[in-house]
C-alpha cells in the first residue's frame, strides 16, 4: 500500500529510529513540491534523500570521502546524514539549489523492507508542520496531517527519537557537525581516533539552512535554565515542568514531565518531543525546562530545547 501511493507520486509519512519522514520519490520534482505545500517548508531549506543500502548511494549521489567512509560504515544503517555532491537525478529543488545532497540510511525496519521495495530513494523532512515539534509516533503525524496524506505507515514510537546527525567533509579536511542528533559525537571522535582528523560542531549552522533558530518551538513559550531558579521566579503563573528526572517537592497541579527516572539519556532523547507535545496541549502559559548534561544524546537534546527556548 505504501509502496503504491509513492509510485504513484503520493506522499506516505515512514517510521525512522530518529523522527517519522513525510516522504515522496526523490526522482519525482511534483511529488518533492508536495513535500514542501504540506509541510509549509520554505524551498530554501533542503531535504534528506533516504535509501536502503549503501551500494545504492552511487544512483544518486557521490562517493563518500574516504575518511567518512568508516563512519559510514559503523553508524549506517543509524541516525546519520552525510553531505555527498549531488547526483544528476536528484533536482536541485531537493537539495535547495546545493551541489551537495544529505544522505540517509535508516535503520527502522518496516522502512528499510520499503525502501528495498522501490526503484528510487525518498526524499523525506520530519513529518511535521514548518517550524513545530517533530513526530515520533503515528498519532502525531496523524493529529498534523490526518487523511491529506496518502499513508501513514505506522510502525510505533521512534527507538532514537531525535533527529540526525548531520555530517559533511568540510574544507580543511575536518568532519563537521552540521546537527547534533541520534549519534552522539563521542562516537564520532571514537570512530576517528586513529586519524588526524577532528570533528567540529558548526555552531551557529546557517549551513544546514533547516537550523533556523526557532525550529523546534513548541505552541507556548518554553524557558531553559536552572529549574530552582525558573521556578521562584515564575512560580505564580500557570507553569509546566520538563526535567530530566523527577522534580521532589512541586504541587501535584503543575503538569511535570521527567523524561527519565533514571536521569539515562538514551531514554530521554525518546521521550523528549512528545513530552513537549504533552505539555504545549495543557493548561499551561509557559513551559520551563532545564538544560541536559552536556554529554551523548545531551548534546542534541539541549540544541533542540535551545531552539525550542528562542
Ligand atoms: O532523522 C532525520 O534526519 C529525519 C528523518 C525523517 O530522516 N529527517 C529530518 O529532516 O530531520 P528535516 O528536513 O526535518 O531536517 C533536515 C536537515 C535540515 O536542517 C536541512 O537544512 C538539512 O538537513 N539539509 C538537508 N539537505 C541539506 C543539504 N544539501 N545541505 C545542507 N543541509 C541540508
Ligand atoms: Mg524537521
Avoid at 496523524?142 to 527507538?159: E, H, T
Wanted: aromatic share 4%.
Amino acid at each position: 500500500m505504501a509502496a503504491d501511493v509513492l509510485i504513484a507520486g503520493g506522499l506516505v509519512a515512514i517510521p525512522t529510529e530518529t523522527v517519522y519522514g513525510l516522504a515522496a520519490n526523490a526522482y519525482d520534482t511534483e511529488a518533492v513540491v508536495r513535500i514542501f505545500d504540506m509541510k509549509q517548508r520554505p524551498l530554501f531549506n533542503p531535504l534528506i534523500v533516504h535509501t536502503s543500502d549503501i551500494n545504492r548511494l552511487s544512483d544518486f549521489a557521490g562517493p563518500i570521502p574516504p575518511v567518512l567512509q568508516e563512519i559510514a560504515k559503523q553508524c549506517w544503517p543509524g541516525p546519520l546524514t552525510i553531505l555527498l555532491p549531488r547526483g544528476e537525478r536528484i533536482d536541485p529543488l531537493v537539495t535547495a539549489g546545493s551541489a551537495l545532497v544529505a544522505v540517509r540510511i535508516p535503520a527502522h525496519s518496516l522502512t528499510r523492507k520499503l525502501l528495498e521495495r522501490l526503484p528510487f530513494p525518498l526524499a523525506a523532512p520530519s513529518a511535521n508542520l514548518f517550524g513545530t515539534v517533530s513526530p515520533t509516533t503515528a498519532q502525531h503525524v496523524a493529529a498534523q496531517f490526518g487523511d491529506r496524506l496518502g499513508y501513514i505507515l505506522d510502525g510505533g514510537p521512534c527507538a532514537v527519537g531525535i533527529e540526525s546527525t548531520i555530517i559533511k567533509l568540510g574544507e580543511k579536511g575536518l568532519v563537521e557537525i552540521l546537527r547534533p542528533g541520534g549519534i552522539p559525537i563521542e562516537k564520532l571522535v571514537d570512530i576517528l581516533a586513529y586519524t588526524p582528523l577532528q570533528v567540529t560542531l558548526a555552531n551557529n549552522a546557517p549551513e544546514a539552512p533547516g537550523m533556523l533558530k526557532s525550529h523546534y518551538a513548541p505552541r507556548i513559550p518554553l524557558l531553559l535554565g536552572d529549574l530552582s531558579q525558573l521556578l521562584k521566579t515564575h512560580g505564580h503563573r500557570k507553569i509546566a515542568v520538563l526535567s530530566l528526572q523527577p522534580v521532589r517537592g512541586l504541587s501535584p497541579h503543575i503538569p511535570h514531565i521527567a523524561l527519565s527516572s533514571r536521569g539515562d539519556l538514551h531514554e530521554a532523547a525518546r521521550n523528549l518531543f512528545s513530552a513537549l507535545r504533552h505539555l504545549e496541549n495543557s493548561e499551561a502559559e509557559v513551559i520551563l525546562a532545564e538544560p541536559m548534561p552536556e554529554t551523548g544524546l545531551g548534546i542534541a537534546m539541549n540544541d533542540r530545547l535551545q531552539r525550542a527556548a528562542s
